[in-house]
């Protein structure tokens, strides 16, 4: 257990819908990080949180929207849903070691979102 | 650019074989590190190793061993007499200052191991 909680584990919903997943980082951690998996573009790096501000952007749409609350917990937005945007999303937690590329991130269990 | 490639798309072996699974990077940063996680059929990912581009000593763990060769901009992972509960999909992973990309893990596409009894 990575001890990074997601939920809702799993997510079924129609085009144009919109969804939140949440992610509980582990305790201390004040670094959150969003991924997405997909069978065609494989893991990819959405966005990056520290302490309730942004931090790094990766490949994250218009349509898609995070934050990261004073609790550090963060819940990450996809609005306007797409067939193409089925996907498990990850989130993933690290402590401040102050070497940011040599952090090592906790994964959640992930979020299996199906849009029909 | 930076790219982490994993040829092998899937592998399959016979329990108590040993295996190696190939991880080629690409970066122009000095400084790097690299990362090897696993993600079992139920989905999470594990963290199982994590080596920075300064440090070229082989490690081993139990079964589990990495050899990272900064000349040929590889880092390998072989897994010792494999086991069935070995079976899952491999990640190699890069990571870097580079361009403000702090946060960014880039992946692999993965290796899917299946050990069979």
């Known amino acids: 257990d990575s001890g990074v909680t997601q939920t809702p584990k799993h997510l079924i919903t129609a085009t144009g819908q919109r969804v939140t997943l949440r992610c509980s980082p582990r305790s201390g951690d004040l670094s959150v990080y969003w991924y997405q998996q997909s069978l065609d573009q494989g893991l990819q790096f959405l966005i990056q949180y520290y302490n309730g501000e942004e931090r790094a952007k990766g490949n994250i749409l218009e349509r898609f929207s995070a934050q990261q609350f004073p609790d550090l917990h963060s819940e990450l937005n996809l609005s306007s849903l797409e067939l193409g945007d089925s996907a498990l999303y990850f989130c993933?937690?690290?402590?401040?070691?102050?070497?940011?590329?040599?952090?090592?991130?906790?994964f959640g269990s992930g979020t299996q979102l199906s849009v029909l | 650019a930076q790219k982490v490639t994993q040829a092998q798309t899937e592998i399959s072996v016979v329990e108590k074989e040993d295996v190696t699974l190939d991880c080629v990077y690409e970066?122009?940063?000095?400084?790097?590190?690299l990362f090897w996680y696993k993600q079992p059929p139920s989905g999470e990912l594990v963290f199982l190793i994590r080596?920075?581009?300064?440090?070229?000593q082989n490690e081993i763990s139990g079964r589990y061993s990495w050899n990272f060769q900064k000349s040929t901009s590889s880092f390998n992972f072989t897994i010792t007499a494999s086991q069935v509960v070995d079976s899952a999909v491999y990640f190699c992973a890069l990571k870097t200052d580079y361009g403000g990309s702090q946060g960014n893990l880039i992946f692999g596409k993965g290796t899917k191991l299946s050990v069979k009894p």
């Open positions: 080596r920075n581009s300064f440090d070229e």
């Open positions: 993933a937690s690290s402590p401040w070691t102050g070497e940011a590329a040599n952090e090592k991130l906790f």
């Open positions: 970066t122009r940063d000095t400084t790097y590190y």
